[in-house]
């Protein structure tokens, strides 16, 4: 940390490609089965991070794949195939899928992954599993931190690094789900305007609702345990979605795509 900060990593990036899920998790910070949208990026949307990166020369020591379950993408294996260009670009990085492992549909695609890319199989074994730490409890919500000004951070953004969906680019992957909950419209728009600066300014907003920053390591149960503004913003996404600018401007109607079930 730099004077009480946690220091954003701007070498590694998750890419979240396809929101949908076919597992439950309780606290799930991609809120996959708390605000359900079987939406993705587009192949377009992942060339274009593609040639920023290497237009820019942004020197990626590893890009993680993932979701939702990222291998039920309509459009997988051939949305990861982009990132292939980039390794030519850049052998140094790794390229990492991040899947559930659950059901036969999951690892059917699993064994379609090109050989560039390494597999980080969760091998989750139930629709209902584990709790994951209490994302859904935000600290603006709790008195404690009624005088925080929620710019610390937390340990996701120094060692997970950034977040990318079809939205644009966030401080990490759980903060670029808050905004697609909340709609609050902070996604960069290009790589060319990330910065530590760029990033550390989303943190006012989206720490404040996110229960990781009361502390990722506490190993917090509190399964479905939700605070009062995670329970409006849901309530009101199930009414109706926020209308968020698409990162790269690409026209993507909000297509529902199946899921296929655990057989």
Not at 101 to 115: I, Q
Not at 139 to 165: H, M, Q, W
Not at 178 to 188: A, E, K, P
Request: aromatic share 10%; hydrophobic share 35%; charged share 20%.
């Amino acid at each position: 940390m730099k004077h009480g900060q946690y220091l954003q990593n701007i070498n590694r990036i998750e890419i979240e490609i396809f929101t949908g899920c076919n597992l439950q998790c309780r606290q799930c910070d991609r809120s996959s089965p708390q605000a359900v949208s079987n939406e993705g990026m587009s192949i377009e949307q992942v060339n274009l991070f593609v040639q920023e990166s290497i237009n820019l020369g942004w020197l990626w020591y590893e890009i993680e794949v993932l979701g939702g379950e990222p291998t039920l993408h309509p459009e997988f294996p051939d949305i990861i195939e982009p990132l292939r260009d980039y390794i030519a670009f850049n052998p140094d990085c790794t390229v990492i899928l991040v899947s559930n492992g659950y059901g036969t549909h999951v690892n059917k695609m699993l064994a379609a992954v090109p050989e560039f890319v390494t597999i980080d199989n969760t091998m989750k074994e139930s629709v209902n599993t584990i709790p994951f730490n209490g994302y859904n409890l935000a600290p603006i919500d709790d008195a404690a931190y009624k005088d925080d000004a929620f710019t610390r951070g937390c340990r996701i953004v120094s060692e997970c690094g950034l977040g990318l969906n079809r939205y644009g680019y966030y401080l990490c992957g759980a903060g670029a789900s808050i905004d697609r909950v909340f709609g609050y419209g902070l996604g960069l728009p290009s790589l060319s305007c990330v910065s530590r600066e760029s990033l550390y300014t989303q943190r006012k907003t989206l720490c404040k609702i996110c229960g990781h920053y009361k502390g990722r390591h506490l190993k917090i149960r509190t399964d479905d345990e939700v605070s009062e503004s995670w329970r409006e913003a849901y309530d009101h996404y199930r009414i109706v979605k926020p209308n968020l600018a698409l990162y790269g401007n690409s026209v993507l109607p909000r297509k529902e795509a199946a899921i296929p079930t655990s057989s």
